[in-house]
Nanobody, 128 residues
């Protein structure tokens, strides 16, 4: 079992930056694949960025060049550095995790169905 707690959300103006953090606890030594998803009312939860157990990364086209996903294994933490934020980035952001051996197909993945463990989310609001 893995527990995830997000932090770092808030309100910023367009062009601003935020860094989201996800604190992991529980069985975190099993080679976790991690990802950030976001959700807005009326839309499906979408993948933003993912990182696998070898620290390979992938990003949604909409955030490439602006967002960076990275992890600190020593602190059991996952981060999402978000630069040049735009109003369309406004959403609730969720941290997700899965053991690498439970992920089907290529890794890292942003397929929601591949992730078993989820945080409660943190809200990001970007004003124009």
């Amino acid at each position: 079992q893995v527990q995830l707690v997000e932090s770092g959300g808030g309100a910023v103006q367009a062009g601003g930056s935020l860094t989201l953090a996800c604190q992991m606890s529980g069985r975190t030594d099993g080679g976790l694949n991690m990802a950030w998803f976001r959700e807005t009312p009326g839309k499906e939860r979408e993948g933003v960025a993912a990182i696998d157990e070898r620290s390979r990364t992938t990003y949604a086209d909409s955030v490439k060049g602006r967002f960076t996903i990275f992890k600190d294994n020593g602190n059991n933490s996952l981060y999402l550095q978000m630069n040049n934020l735009q109003p369309e980035d406004t959403a609730a952001y969720y941290c997700a995790a899965a053991y690498y051996w439970a992920v089907a197909g290529l890794r890292p993945t942003m397929k929601r169905s591949q992730y078993r463990y989820w945080g409660q989310g943190t809200q990001v609001t970007v004003s124009s």
